[in-house]
């Protein structure tokens, strides 16, 4: 079965820096959609950013010019390098996975594989 590990996340002030990994099993990251959202608590998930099969890089306005997304082919995991952190970046962020596509950012409900999540806490 498909897994989506998150790399333990952490605290930080803001201002800092953030880097979040995601291993996948049985399922290649190359040729899937993949995608990081968070969720704050008594929010909605919302997407972060995403990444298609052939490199498009998608961003919510929030993250645009701070966090930038990535595959590790060779390692068969994802990567959010996360800059300039701010207090409202704090919440459970998770990976996501599709290999079929028709994967929109705005739309958690289009990524057919997640990850447990992975809490990342920004102090002011």
């Known amino acids: 079965q498909v897994q989506l590990v998150e790399s333990v996340g952490g605290s930080v002030q803001s201002g800092g820096s953030m880097r979040l990994s995601c291993a996948a099993s049985?399922?290649?990251?190359?040729?899937?959609?993949m995608g990081w959202f968070r969720q704050a608590p008594g929010a909605e998930r919302e997407g972060v950013a995403m990444?298609?099969?052939?490199?498009?890089?998608v961003y919510a306005d929030s993250v645009k010019g701070r966090f930038t997304i990535m595959k590790d082919n060779a390692q068969n995991i994802l990567i959010l390098q996360m800059n300039s952190l701010e207090f409202e970046d704090t919440g459970m962020y998770f990976c996501?996975?599709?290999?079929?596509?028709?994967?929109?950012?705005?739309?958690?409900?289009?990524?057919?594989?997640w990850g447990q999540g992975t809490q990342v806490t920004v102090s002011s």
């Open positions: 049985n399922v290649t990251v190359e040729d899937c959609y």
């Open positions: 990444i298609e099969r052939d490199g498009t890089t």
């Open positions: 996501a996975a599709d290999p079929w596509g028709g994967t929109h950012l705005s739309d958690p409900r289009t990524f057919v594989y």
